[in-house]
């Protein structure tokens, strides 16, 4: 394939990184998709770059429902790694650009660690939301509002007597103006 795309540049990982190394390399804003090229040799444009992200990111999420995802992403199951690359290279066919499919590895293995850290606990599930407190409900009938369940103080419910709460604002939403 390299001789049908004569302006690809890094068809291996070798290439890349002698590039990292060379003057120009080491000057290269590029960043983690540099190596990424389309069929005349451009990287992605910055919004590309970020749309790619999220459909990987998306493709780590659904390994996490199905309990798939690995602790490394050097220990990735061979089948997930097969969703991982059908999902992202159906996206984007330029990660097609490269002999042994290295690019999107090269990709995930230096994205993913901070993904997961973010994201993930060490057994590899959701973390909990800072704040918030495990759901714990009571399994008894008792419809009376003396007690409220941990469940509903995580929730900021609080009893009729106290009158309604404080309304919960999200961050970068619309309210209209009232004239």
């Given at each position: ?44 444009s910055c919004k590309t770059a970020k749309v ?128």
């Amino acid at each position: 394939m390299p001789n049908k795309y004569p302006s690809i540049h890094f068809w291996d990982c070798e290439d890349w990184d002698k590039y990292l190394e060379s003057p120009e390399g080491q000057t290269s804003k590029q960043g983690t998709m540099g190596c990424l090229e389309d069929k005349d040799s451009n990287p992605p444009s910055c919004k590309t770059a970020k749309v790619i992200h999220k459909v990987l990111c998306s493709g780590w999420v659904e390994l996490v429902n199905q309990e798939l995802v690995p602790l490394s992403w050097g220990r990735l199951s061979a089948s997930a790694w097969q969703f991982v690359h059908g999902l992202t290279e159906n996206a984007y066919p330029d990660f097609k650009f490269a002999n042994n499919r290295w690019k999107l590895d090269y990709l995930a293995s230096t994205t993913y660690p901070a993904w997961q850290k973010g994201s993930l606990d060490n057994n590899g599930k959701w973390k909990q939301k800072k704040g918030k407190v495990p759901k714990n409900e009571d399994n008894n009938d008792d419809d009376s509002t003396e007690e409220v369940g941990i469940k509903w103080k995580g929730l900021g419910f609080k009893s009729e007597e106290l009158g309604p709460g404080p309304v919960k604002q999200f961050r970068g939403m619309w309210h209209a103006c009232s004239y």
